[in-house]
């Protein structure tokens, strides 16, 4: 049996959609939106990266985090 974690984001909100990620990276001064979805979701993914490799989120944030973020990229292509 697979279990999804749900898992809460700074302010003990529960991390669920696209707008979720983005209402995380702002939590952290980032905001981005340029127009082109595919394009934000790109940004958004190398800023993830980031955010974990200096570890301002850990590493379930990121991989929930990751995994709105493509399937949003999947349903745009």
Do not use: P, W
Not at 26 to 38: A, E, N, R
Not at 56 to 77: H, L, P
Request: one cysteine or more.
């Amino acid at each position: 049996m697979i279990e999804l974690q749900l898992l809460y984001h700074k302010g003990g909100n529960l991390m669920r959609t696209f707008a979720d990620v983005c209402k995380l990276l702002k939590q952290f001064g980032t905001v981005i939106y340029t127009g082109d979805h595919l394009g934000d979701c790109e940004l958004i993914l190398d800023e993830l990266r980031e955010m974990k490799s200096y570890g301002m989120i850990d590493a379930d944030t990121y991989r929930m985090a990751v995994m709105i973020v493509k399937s949003s990229q999947q349903r745009q292509a």
